[in-house]
């Protein structure tokens, strides 16, 4: 099987674009619609349904994209053990992460990425709302959440602390909670949805925060919001240590209830299709995120309380 009419199948499923894929390898649009053609003939199936306005997968070319992929991954790991090296990685790589975090830790990277890999096309899907992986055919996702699909494979890029937090104005205004129980009466800012988060004491003693039982509350689903708002006095939330670091550091925002641990602490994962070989694009990819943000400074050095 001819593996540059797959890696044309492939980019086609990404861009939706036959012709697009097609300049992007190099072909003219009459021959890149020629070797799809081709490629379903040889396959006995419409890979890709085709209008004068738009093209989208077929139910079989979902099916068959992950074999594609596969098979370009093995390729690319066997040009890999004969020498090829960085100058050979090319294509698309389509990333998801969580936009806050994408803003702050990823974006300020991808220069130096994009010049250790010039050849390589980022797709980014920035977004505090989680989706499916396979059905959004991403190369590769960042998530929070323990890994629980069999067909994934997950690579830990770093913790991910919870801490509740307050602005030095919420707390002169409304007084500094000493216990959980205290925060009943405050104003509670929950992320998406309403579920408690367990609080563990000094003592080992659990209780809960819990936006449903407090006097007021605010819903939100995107990070960065959550966070200005927390720092313009409309409550205390409940936010990741990578996120208010910087804001702990210069006083902006304050650590409440100090003494309690919230009891879920999850981790950063990088999460991508199971898959026998990992293709070139998302190894590098993955080193580099590693590298570069497994050691973060947020995750070693004190903050001011």
Same mark, same amino acid.
């Given at each position: 099987?001819?593996? +540059? @009419? ?23 649009? !009459? ?17 890709? =349904? ?18 594609? *992929? ?16 960085? #100058? =050979? ?26 010049? &250790? ?6 797709? /980014? =899907? ?10 959004? @055919? ?7 959440? %323990? ?10 890029? #770093? ?6 937090? !307050? ?47 407090? !006097?007021?509350?605010? %819903? ?16 205390? $939330? ?11 550091? &210069?006083? *902006?925002?304050? &650590? ?8 879920? +602490?999850?981790? /950063? ?8 070989? %990992? $293709?070139?694009? %998302? ?12 050691? !973060?400074?947020?995750? *070693? ?5």
């Amino acid at each position: 099987m001819d593996t +540059q @009419s797959l890696r044309l199948f492939v980019l086609a499923c990404e861009t939706l674009n036959i012709s697009a894929a097609g300049r992007a390898l190099g072909m003219a649009p !009459a021959v890149a619609s020629t070797r799809i053609a081709k490629l379903e003939r040889l396959v006995g199936a419409e890979l890709l =349904h085709r209008s004068t306005r738009k093209v989208s997968l077929s139910s079989e070319g979902q099916d068959f994209l992950p074999y594609a *992929r596969e098979i370009i991954a093995q390729e690319e790991a066997a040009m890999a053990a004969l020498g090829a090296g960085q #100058a =050979h990685i090319r294509g698309t790589l389509r990333f998801a992460a969580p936009s806050s975090f994408a803003q702050l830790y990823i974006a300020p990277l991808l220069p130096l990425f994009m010049q &250790h890999y010039p050849d390589l096309t980022l797709d /980014l =899907h920035l977004s505090d709302t989680q989706f499916d992986l396979i059905e959004g @055919s991403y190369d590769l996702a960042l998530r929070n959440s %323990v890994l629980e699909d069999s067909s994934l494979t997950a690579r830990k890029l #770093a913790d991910d602390k919870r801490i509740l937090c !307050a602005s030095p104005d919420y707390l002169n205004r409304q007084g500094t909670p000493k216990t959980p129980a205290d925060l009943r009466t405050h104003r509670l800012i929950a992320f998406r949805d309403l579920e408690p988060r367990g609080l563990v004491g000094p003592d080992g003693a659990t209780s809960d925060f819990d936006p449903k039982r407090a !006097a007021h509350r605010l %819903v939100l689903n995107d990070g960065m919001t959550q966070k200005q708002l927390t720092r313009d006095g409309a409550g205390i $939330s409940v936010n990741s240590l990578w996120l208010v670091h910087d804001d702990l550091t &210069h006083g *902006r925002l304050l &650590h409440v209830l100090p003494e309690y641990a919230l009891a879920e +602490q999850p981790s /950063l994962w990088l999460i991508y299709p199971k898959s026998n070989v %990992v $293709s070139a694009k %998302v190894r590098v990819f993955i080193d580099f995120l590693i590298d570069h943000i497994g050691r !973060a400074q947020f995750q *070693r050095q004190p903050y001011s309380k």
